[in-house]
Structures are given as structure tokens and as C-alpha cells.
DNA sequence: CTTAACTAGTTGAACCTTTAACCACCGTAC
DNA sequence: GTACGGTGGTTAAAGGTTCAACTAGTTAAG
């Protein structure tokens, strides 16, 4: 039973139709990720995490981004990045600089090197983010359901920290 | 630049509405499942896989699943699985048996303090998905978000190993 | 009935993420 | 100028997930 079980009084159960559209996105939820990062892996070495990461400094002026926001843009804890930009550091696809006008501020900037891998690895990526996600929708749809996903992301993140809300 | 650099000979980018909704959608994919391991974790001290894993557990007929079968319901891998029933009978929530059927199957058994852990935990978590999910969405616009899920999860995952899939 | 191939599940090691503690620096107030 | 709360970032330890190897049982073929 669980969802239609007996406590009615105190928290309204799901529905039929709305616990399908949950479990369906609860599916989305796990298997979207899933299916990204084994592309990147397969194809690039790489997980979806780094690839925003490189992606994220590669569009930033000068390619460089201090850590704090490079965290945020990339949808990622501070700690997270510092330990995926030591390890990208280490592959030569980034490196850190101390920032000039605030000695606490660390800069992570995208090398040459860093700056090809994202071009060789970026073609992948968006066919793969096509295939999976823009093109089942017809273009109505497709602008549609960005609205509906940025109403819920209004709701799940007030702050507005993640790059492309409205 | 990034998306919109050189090479739209080979790979189509996406334009400025289909990146924005990507955006959304990326960050969606990391934001409410943190939402809701919050939640889960704070008020229940499970992860909501672990959570997922008995609320499928207390579905079943006689709260009994093979392994393998909770695995796919509950979005996960069998190792995963595996190492996460380890944890959840050390809890007492889990039993495992043999199967008698099938030597090799292992039919996971919630165990009366299991239910209740259930009983106990399934309102907050409903509540946190009405207000994260649910409630913000009208309705109509739910029934659509709902539809537009299901086509995107038919394409991630054809093989319809979700529950909740058409 | 014996072998081969496959399925179900477990396990240990490697890896990644989170958590919490920590250092260094900035800004303000006294 | 110096004390203090707050910000930016790093790190070690703990915990969870994945990967690959392994056991055991089933099914099909010869």
C-alpha cells in the first residue's frame, strides 16, 4: 500500500495520477544522469561533473572563474569543486591562481589544453543531451516543459543560484 | 563560448531557448534529489534510495521482492542494492531469505519494525514532494509535466525497467 | 549425466562525495 | 591598530557507490 495508506488526516496522500508522474520522474531523475555520465566516460574520460566544470570556464571571460562561482554555475558543493579541480589541475586541463583583489579568493582558470578538450569532448555531449532530451519534443513541448522544470526549480531552489533560471 | 563555438558543421548546438531549458533541466537533476535527501536524512535518517527501498519493500505482496526485481524499482544497480539491504537488516527494517523457487534468488522481507519505519517516514516525504513537485504545478500543467517525463524517460530508458512508465 | 553458458547475488577495492574542522584573509568597529 | 565576525578555500576522515571478480545455482546441449 505505503502512498495510500492511512494517515489521510495528516498529510495528503499522491494520487494515481500524480504518484505515475512522480515515479516516472524519480526515474528521469536517476536514469538522465546515469545516461549522461557514461557518454562522457565512454567517450571522453570524464564525468558529467568535470565536464561542467571545463564546460563553465570555457564560456567565462578570459576562461577563468573564481572557485565560489565556478561551484554554483557547475550546481556543485565548494568542497566538491576544490576536490574535481585538483584532479583536473593534475590532468593539466586547469589551473589555480590566487586572486589579486581578494588574497582569500582562489581563480580556476581553463589551459589550452583544457580549453581543446572541451572542444573536442562539447560535439559529444550535445548530441547526446539532443538526442536524450531536445529532440522527442517537438519545439512547443520542448518550451513548454522548460517553463513547467523552471517553476519547480523556483520552488526547490529560491535563491536562483543555478545558471538559467528565469 | 562553448556551445555556440565552431564546429556546427558536425554537431548541431543548441540555441539560446534549448540551452536555457538544458540549464533548467541540469539543475533540476542535482537540486531536488539533494532536496529530498535532505529532508529524508534530517527528519528520517535514511538516504532516499534507502527510503525507496522499503516504501517498494511495503508495496510488495507480502512486503517480499527478489533482489533483483526491488533493484529495477528502486532505480539502483544489485550491487548497490546489495551493500544497501546489508545496511538496512543491520537496522532490522530487512530480512533476507533464500528463495525457495529459485536457489539463487534471495527474496528481501520488510520486517514489522520496517513497515512502521515506513508508517513513520512516508508523510514528510510525501509532504516534501507535494510542496516540491505537486503543489507548485496546477493540475492541468502537472498531468502535461507528466506526459512530457514520460516521453523524455522512453528515450533514456526503452527497455521501461521504471516503475511508473506508460 | 556432464559440460557450457548464463543468471542471481555478494564482496572487496578503488573512487568520489560529504561532513566538519581548519587556515587565511577581509571588513568593520572600537 | 587590533579584535572580531564573516567569507573563500582546502583538507582529512567517514561514508556511499561503482567496478570487477567471484560463488553458486539453473538451463540447455550433446
Chains 1, 2 share one sequence.
Not at 42 to 59: I, K, P, Q, T, W
Not at 84 to 90: F, G, N, T
Not at 139 to 161: C, H, I, N, S
Request: charge should be negative; proline fraction near 6%.
Amino acid at each position: 500500500m505505503a502512498y495510500t495508506g492511512g494517515v489521510e488526516s495528516e498529510a495528503p496522500w499522491l494520487d494515481a495520477d500524480q504518484q505515475r508522474t512522480w515515479l516516472r520522474l524519480a526515474g528521469l531523475l536517476i536514469k538522465l544522469p546515469a545516461a549522461l555520465d557514461t557518454q562522457l566516460q565512454r567517450d571522453a574520460g570524464v564525468s558529467h561533473f568535470e565536464y561542467m566544470v571545463l564546460s563553465r570556464l570555457s564560456e567565462a571571460p578570459n576562461r577563468t572563474l573564481r572557485m565560489s562561482q565556478l561551484a554554483e554555475l557547475a550546481n556543485g558543493s565548494l568542497s566538491r569543486l576544490s576536490h574535481v579541480v585538483k584532479r583536473l589541475e593534475l590532468r593539466g586541463w586547469v589551473r589555480r591562481e590566487p586572486c589579486a583583489e581578494d588574497g582569500r579568493a582562489t581563480n580556476a582558470v581553463l589551459t589550452e589544453d583544457g580549453w581543446e578538450k572541451v572542444v573536442r569532448t562539447a560535439p559529444g555531449h550535445v548530441a547526446t543531451v539532443r538526442s536524450l532530451v531536445v529532440d522527442p519534443l517537438t519545439p512547443a513541448e520542448l518550451a513548454r516543459f522548460g517553463d513547467l522544470v523552471g517553476t519547480l526549480l523556483a520552488k526547490v531552489d529560491p535563491d536562483e543560484t543555478c545558471p538559467g533560471q528565469p
